[in-house]
């Protein structure tokens, strides 16, 4: 779903009227009103806020309109009680078009991802609890354990923090974009893409699904992988159903199939092997400085 409209030149919107995209019956897309899509975007932040994938006034939401112009959430307000006169255009440097309210403080994420993707036509943000504990852990969403996770998401990558509002997170989004269709932002939250606000909703939904079910798998002793040959079935699927967006395991780009790329920089990690052999050496040494 878009707005389509004829003049991608012109930065005027017309809010009474549907929008007419040079091309757009061709490239098979459904033609609706600005209205509607301000309509889409506040269930979407109704949707996240209930779901408690958002708390206070966090997240944020875009849609883009055309190659010119984005809607997106205004900041400082929750996105479970959005209005349409909420809802602000901005244009590809960010600046407000119409609309009262200031843009996101999370715009420069929004612009990155439309710039670097032209077939992503709606970006969500949000702090779901399950992925954002991964996030906050440091861990990337990387073993194939549910079929819609792999099917929709494959493995979710882990980018490095960066402070919001700044160019550090879009930055560190940009990598693993061409590939990838939600991403984990370290220290943060989530991130997802998606052909429509609906879309990129649906994929925030599957990835912090996946999350809890990983986390709580781990509890019961650890989750067991579907196998290769089952993942490859899986791909399978995806295929045959003619699903848009990026997918790791169907791209092209060598950093995509990568996963200890993904995670965190620093080497502060210490695997489980080498963090009981410090233990047991700690232990040791405290044992004998006593008998001593
Ligand atoms: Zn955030």
Redesign the pocket.
């Known amino acids: 779903m878009l707005v389509i409209r004829r003049n991608n030149q012109s930065n005027k919107l017309d809010p009474n009227k549907t929008q007419i995209w040079l091309g757009a019956a061709e490239r098979g897309c459904k033609v609706v009103s600005e209205f509607q899509l301000k309509r889409d975007i506040i269930e979407v932040g109704r949707r996240i806020y209930n779901s408690g994938f958002v708390a206070a006034n966090?997240?944020?939401i875009s849609i883009r309109v055309n190659d010119n112009l984005v809607l997106t959430t205004p900041t400082g307000v929750s996105k479970g009680f959005l209005t349409q006169d909420m809802i602000v255009t901005v244009d590809m440097d960010g600046k407000v078009i119409s609309g009262n309210w200031r843009p996101s403080s999370?715009l420069k994420m929004h612009l990155a991802v439309y710039r670097a993707r032209e077939d992503i036509k709606s970006v969500v943000?949000?702090?779901p609890p399950y992925a954002t504990a991964f996030a906050v852990a440091g861990f990337a969403l990387e073993k194939p354990i549910m079929p819609e996770v792999v099917i929709n998401l494959g493995w979710v990558p882990l980018t490095q923090y960066g402070t919001?509002s700044t160019e550090e997170i879009p930055e560190a989004i940009l990598p693993y974009l061409p590939c990838h269709d939600a991403f984990l932002?370290q220290n943060?939250?989530a991130l997802t893409v998606g052909t429509d606000v609906y879309n990129a909703l649906f994929k925030m939904e599957t990835l912090e699904m996946g999350a809890k079910i990983s986390l709580f798998a781990r509890l019961l002793g650890g989750e067991r992988e579907i196998s290769p040959e089952n993942v490859e079935r899986l791909l399978e699927v995806r295929r045959n159903l003619g699903m848009t967006g990026s997918h790791p395991a169907l791209c092209d780009l060598p950093e995509a199939n990568n996963v200890a790329a993904a995670q965190p920089p620093g080497g502060d990690r210490v695997d489980e092997t080498e963090l009981k052999r410090i233990i047991t050496e700690v232990v040791k040494q405290v044992l004998a400085e006593q008998r001593g």
Do not use: K, S, T, Y
Request: aromatic share 0%; proline share 9%.
């Open positions: 966090d997240g944020n999370e943000h949000a702090h919001p932002l943060h939250g």
